[in-house]
């Protein structure tokens, strides 16, 4: 497959894919930008806001409300953790705990701790603690062996 970026000064970026057939490498590529480009809503202060995934840098569920964490701002949104794990586990959410998603994308440190848990440090200095029931799926997803 050959790729071509070609820089423009002015106008919408856009995307063009020629193919001779729509194969499944192909269906994937257009399935992974269709969700790239999908948002995730959220609201603060009366304030409804569109998140591009790459936005979140984790999901945290709390007293039955969940929020979402970004690199300057904590919003809350009315899907539930399931709901976004299951949308958004393409674009890189992966559960660490039963009530938290973290981005793999926004990952910038790892450290083992007792009991088989793994911290997280992420970009925005933000540390969280993957549970070691957790641990093997986080670790595949990364492309780390056990």
């Known amino acids: 497959m050959k ?20 194969d499944s490498e192909i269906q994937k590529i ?10 995730l809503v959220a609201q603060k202060d009366g304030e409804k806001f569109l998140l ?4 979140v840098f984790y999901v945290e569920s709390v007293d ?27 674009m890189g959410l992966v559960r660490i705990g039963k009530s938290q998603l973290v981005n793999l994308h926004h990952i910038k440190k ?8 793994i911290e997280v440090t992420l970009e925005s200095g933000d540390r969280l603690v ?7 799926t986080f670790k595949s997803r990364l492309g780390i062996e056990n």
Request: proline letters at 0%; a negative charge.
């Open 3 to 22: 790729i071509t970026v070609e820089h423009i000064s002015t106008g919408e970026n856009e995307i063009v894919l020629k193919c001779r057939q729509l």
């Open 30 to 39: 257009l399935a992974y930008l269709k969700e790239s480009m999908e948002k």
């Open 52 to 55: 591009l995934s790459d936005e």
């Open 64 to 90: 039955n409300k969940t929020f979402i964490y970004t690199k300057d701002a904590v919003m809350e949104s009315q899907d539930s953790l399931f709901f976004i794990e299951n949308k958004y586990s393409n």
């Open 110 to 117: 790892l450290k083992s701790i007792i009991n088989s848990r």
């Open 130 to 136: 993957v549970s070691r029931h957790f641990a093997c």
